[in-house]
């Protein structure tokens, strides 16, 4: 099993940049791919990026992509989530998840291909 904590959220203008964390417990890291889930208010929870568990795939949604950069520190058991460029549609609860996969290059982007869920960190992006 592995626990999963995310931080870095906050308060942040419209253009500015914010870089949320989420540390997992357990000392296999490694054996799961990630990812970054967001869910605004009154709408769905939505895929924003994945990683595969090597680190070197990764896959980010056409709303985001050029602005949010993904990326892991198998040694440090922590994921990473750049946001730049920030827009006030960027506001919402940020979940990192993880499933252990024997695939090193797997990049899942469904929620339900996931099955460890951190508890959420807040982004407001105000205009």
């Known amino acids: 099993q592995v626990q999963l904590v995310e931080s870095g959220g906050g308060l942040v203008q419209a253009g500015g940049s914010l870089r949320l964390s989420c540390a997992a417990s357990g000392r296999t890291f490694s054996s799961y791919a990630m990812g970054w889930f967001r869910q605004a208010p009154g709408k769905e929870r939505e895929f924003v990026a994945a990683i595969s568990r090597s680190g070197g795939a990764t896959y980010t949604a056409n709303s985001v992509k050029g602005r949010f950069t993904l990326s892991r520190d198998n040694a440090k058991n922590t994921l990473y989530l750049q946001m730049n460029s920030q827009k006030p549609e960027d506001t919402a609860v940020y979940y990192c998840?993880?499933?252990?996969?024997?695939?090193?290059?797997?990049?899942?982007?469904?929620?339900?291909?996931?099955?460890?869920w951190g508890q959420g960190t807040q982004v407001t992006v105000s205009s």
């Open positions: 998840a993880a499933v252990g996969t024997t695939d090193w290059g797997g990049i899942p982007i469904r929620q339900d291909q996931y099955n460890y």
